[in-house]
């Protein structure tokens, strides 16, 4: 039984995070600023922020001359398009984000020394947006390569943040040994995520939307709606973590799929699932790059990983888990 840390398993690749690997008989103990809300029951909970070094500490107590075996860095300040992209939270998002992670390391590395052990690895999420703008302009995206990430040019100070973390990460294990595994998400999505408030990212704010709408009805979409990403569903994404986890590759690598659709494309996936014949009313809003893609050559070399499920598939469990949420809460 490996005895594992999960930091961010109050949201939603955490908490699925917790689910999985507590199903596989390991002892989990999570850390959030708020419990998963959907049911991710690790063996131990402790609530708190963990910008705050103490709160850090707490979570990693766990015997005298003992660490864990691994440790998911799932926890950052973050959201869909309406919170990264107006520019109103850049400061909180770098801040908060960049801060934890030299909290985790540094509490990682005294604990090392003190212990004089280095043998927890340590798995980092970072993301997409760490990819240059300039390449990511046209809707038919090739697909980004990892070594597409230099010379450096994010979207977002969400994604210079997850940059200067990739480099954090890796200058810890550079310099003192720490077994480091950097992955970068590409648009992960699924059931028991957030849905609603203004944090939820593009696959659950149109299953909302749609579920929400009347048959015939109309939805709203920031943009002309031609802009491209491809998705990949959660579970497929811890399957591609957990070899990662078990290899001796660093990375980063990207763990995402390359079936990129336009947002009308999308909306009208949901609107079949649904059964609704669905318009779209574009309207002026933050959208992001033109064009997103995940290349995935590196991942099948590497982890001998591919996706199996479409995006269809993968919105169907999604579509009908949001659409009971919205029926619970009225």
């Known amino acids: 039984m490996k005895r594992v840390l ?3 398993g109050g949201g939603f690749i955490g908490g699925h ?3 999985r690997l507590k199903s596989s008989g390991n002892w989990i103990r999570s850390v959030d600023i708020k419990k998963h809300e959907y049911g ?11 910008c705050d070094p103490r709160v850090v500490q707490s979570a990693f107590e766990i015997g005298r001359g003992e660490v864990f075996d691994e440790i998911y860095q799932f926890a950052a300040d973050m959201g869909g398009a309406g919170y990264i992209f107006t520019g109103e939270n850049d400061a909180q998002v770098m801040y908060n984000s960049a801060l934890i992670n030299l909290n985790v390391l540094n509490e990682i590395h005294a604990r090392n020394n003190a212990s004089k052990l280095n043998v927890t690895k340590v798995f980092y999420s970072s993301s997409a947006c760490i990819y240059p703008e300039e390449i990511q302009q046209s809707t038919e995206n090739p697909g980004l390569r990892e070594c597409d990430a230099y010379p450096a040019h994010p979207d977002s100070e969400y994604g210079w943040e997850k940059l200067f973390s990739e480099r954090l990460f890796l200058s810890f294990s550079r310099n003192y040994g720490i077994p480091v595994r950097i992955a970068r998400f590409h ?16 696959p659950a704010a149109i299953c909302r939307k749609v579920a929400k709408a009347s048959n015939p009805g109309e939805i ?4 002309d709606g031609e802009q491209t990403r491809s998705y990949l569903f959660v579970d497929e994404c811890l399957d591609a973590v957990e070899k990662l986890m078990a290899s001796d590759f ?13 947002i009308n494309t999308l909306v009208n996936i949901v ?3 649904a059964k609704k014949n669905i318009s779209i009313n574009h309207v002026p809003g933050p959208i992001g790059v033109r064009g997103r893609n995940s290349n995935n050559d590196l991942i099948r070399d590497k982890l001998e990983w591919d996706y199996q499920l479409t995006l269809k598939e993968g919105i169907e469990k999604t579509y009908h888990w949001i659409a009971s949420q919205i029926v619970e809460s009225i």
Do not use: C, Q
């Open 6 to 8: 999960i930091l961010g």
């Open 17 to 19: 995070a917790v689910k």
């Open 40 to 50: 991710a029951n690790p063996d131990e909970f402790i609530k708190g922020n963990l």
């Open 187 to 202: 648009n992960i999505f699924g059931p028991e995520g957030t849905w609603t408030g203004g944090r939820e990212k593009s």
């Open 220 to 223: 709203e979409v920031w943009g």
């Open 250 to 262: 660093t990375g980063p690598i990207n763990i995402g799929s390359e079936e990129m659709v336009s």
């Open 271 to 273: 609107a079949s699932v």
